[in-house]
């Protein structure tokens, strides 16, 4: 379970006269339950990162409050990263090493043994379909490959909490669709409690049991597809997201425009 | 954490040997440095030896003057006629000798008592031709004291009554001072060699790690910060130190590519050097790996990490210069400056000195120092959320 409360947080960009205070993050609360599929959905922009960072205990929020697990990230950081796997949008990994090297490695960070670390991997590897790819050099990885592989590293210690920042960016159907299928997978097998950020409706309609709406810095709506459906009286998703994030003007032909321009861009 | 640690510093060491074009070209300036260093010394130092054993005068007009060409001959030098355009060519450097220009009346002149005037035509800003200007000079001296003597005793004075004093000289350099003239450049060579060992891997550890995109998921590991850093410096200072000790090392093999005799006689690189080498240049690498990360650890990409170390690699570049410019000897706040104590030292090693145990001691508790403070600066580094 992940518990996110009245989170908060503000960057200050630049220096002297360029000085500009970006407020990031200004209001975000929802509850992302175990064996539960939570999706961040938002324009771009909408502080979903920024969120996802510091739930992972990357970037300490200015206010608010976060427990992963019944655990407090501010007081116990290490505590929440060991049980936490991430998969953030900065998912370099190492050229010079094969893709079971660079997942094993982050298996032993996390304390797990050698042969522990190694069984795992071949176990993700099988999972997420790229046992072919394990003794190769990640040098020369398609996007795809890469994602598979940042995702395998992100889940070597077993998490029971994994957070995605838009695991589909840069990748074709195929290698959605069995992300996707990876994601059921580790929801219905293995209880986890997931939560990932998006801003392709399909993806979050498809997928999650639960939505957040984030817009502006602020979480707008929380609940399941059909519920969000039936709040906004509208029969398309699309139109039901443009009407929760921008407000009921727009809901109509405008989405477009007004999802280009963003209100936090 | 030092299992963490040292998860990270394995992992390191292979990714840094695994870059296998870096670590060629590192390899191969260390390890030939040594050796192809003492060949060329070697041959200038020949060079200088054959010059001075060379008894060649290039001189103008000499035919007509039979004493003075027998009494050159007598002291065993070869005369040569020297070329019409030699003026021009010892202020262009393309003739390395000086040359005696003898007046036309010079025999007659001699033979009446009147002293004629010889010409020694040479450049001072042409090297080489002054090199030999002196011993020249001095010939035509021993010249003119022989034909001084002969007149003496023909009129019966003895020739000592025209020298009041006599002049010794006794050089007190022992040999390898002498040779640590040549070796000079070597230490500082040795240690920009440890420097560019580090460089790469430093780098790629740090801003290359940012650049890349994986610092982000490296940091939401459990692995304390300290213990990340504690690992990467490792790797890193086992670059420098790996290049230190086949740098030091290459020099034994490399005296037997040694040309002159004279400087082999007096470069003597045995294990006892190599080993003061390696005490004075290990703890140097420690800290030159933590201080390149420590600047690299500030920039965002590759690139400007490669452009701010630029101001490190020139400060301990230009070190060694302190030592040239000086006049006055050692200072012994020399041992105080890292780098720069290091060269000081290894250059008194080369000349044969004692070094005491405080020698060795205090360039190493200023590097253990050093070294704190940067890693601790990197961890900081580290710490702050900055990168958003």
Sequence with gaps: MISVQALAKQFVQGRGRQRRVVAAVQEVSFDAADGCITGLLGPNGAGKTTTLRMIAGLVRPDAGQITVAGIDVARQPQAVQARLGVLSDARGLYPRLTARENITYYGRLHGLSPARADARATLLAGMLDMAALMDRRTEGFSQGERMKTALARALVHDPSHIILDEPTNGLDVLATRSLRAALRRLRDEGGKCIVFSSHIMQEVERLCDQVVVVAGGRSVAEGTVPALLARTGQQDFEACFVQLAFGATTAGGAAAPAAAAGPAA | ?388
């Excluded at chain 2, 020399?334 to 405080?358: C, D, S």
């Design chain 2, 1 to 388: 954490m030092m299992r963490g640690a040292w998860q990270v510093f394995t992992k390191e060491l292979l990714d840094a040997l695994r870059d296998r074009r870096t670590l060629a070209m590192v390899l191969l300036s260390a390890v030939a440095l040594g050796p192809l260093l003492l060949v060329a010394l070697s041959l200038l130092v020949a060079e200088f030896e054959a010059r001075a054993e060379a008894r060649d005068l290039y001189a103008v007009g000499l035919d007509a003057a039979p004493t003075l060409r027998n009494f050159i001959e007598r002291q065993a030098w070869t005369v040569h006629t020297a070329p019409p355009d030699h003026a021009d060519a010892l202020v262009k450097r393309r003739f390395e000798h000086p040359v005696l220009v003898v007046p036309p009346g010079f025999e007659a002149d001699l033979a009446a008592g009147i002293a004629p005037a010889l010409l020694l035509v040479s450049s001072s800003a042409n090297q080489r031709a002054e090199g030999s200007a002196g011993s020249v000079s001095a010939l035509l001296q021993a010249f003119s004291q022989e034909q001084a003597s002969l007149r003496l005793v023909l009129r019966g004075v003895p020739p000592a009554a025209l020298q009041a004093v006599v002049v010794q000289r006794r050089d007190l350099a022992d040999p390898r001072a002498r040779a640590a003239q040549f070796t000079k450049l070597l230490p500082f060579f040795v240690l920009m060699a440890v420097l560019y060992g580090a460089l790469h891997a430093a780098l790629d550890t740090t801003a290359g790690e940012r650049e890349r995109g994986s610092l982000e998921p490296l940091l939401m590991t459990p692995l304390p910060r300290s213990a990340l850093v504690l690992g990467k410096w490792g790797a890193v200072a086992v670059m420098g130190m790996g290049v230190a000790v086949l740098a030091c090392f290459g020099f034994l093999p490399g005296q037997w590519l040694l040309r002159s005799e004279v400087l082999s006689a007096m470069f003597q690189f045995g294990w006892r050097e190599a080993v003061l080498f390696l005490a004075l240049l290990l703890p140097v690498a420690a800290l030159l790996a933590a201080l390149l990360m420590a600047v690299a650890i500030r920039s965002r990409s590759f690139k400007e990490a490669q452009a701010s170390s630029t101001v490190v690699v020139l400060a301990v570049s230009l070190m060694p210069m302190v030592t040239a410019l000086q006049t006055g000897g050692e200072q012994p706040w020399q041992l105080w400056v890292p780098a720069l104590a290091q060269v000081t030292l290894m250059q008194r090693v080369l000349e044969g000195e004692a070094l005491g145990a405080i020698d060795l001691l205090l360039p190493l508790v200023v590097a253990a120092l050093g070294t704190a403070l940067c890693l601790a600066s990197v961890v900081r580094q580290l710490r702050m959320a900055a990168w958003k």
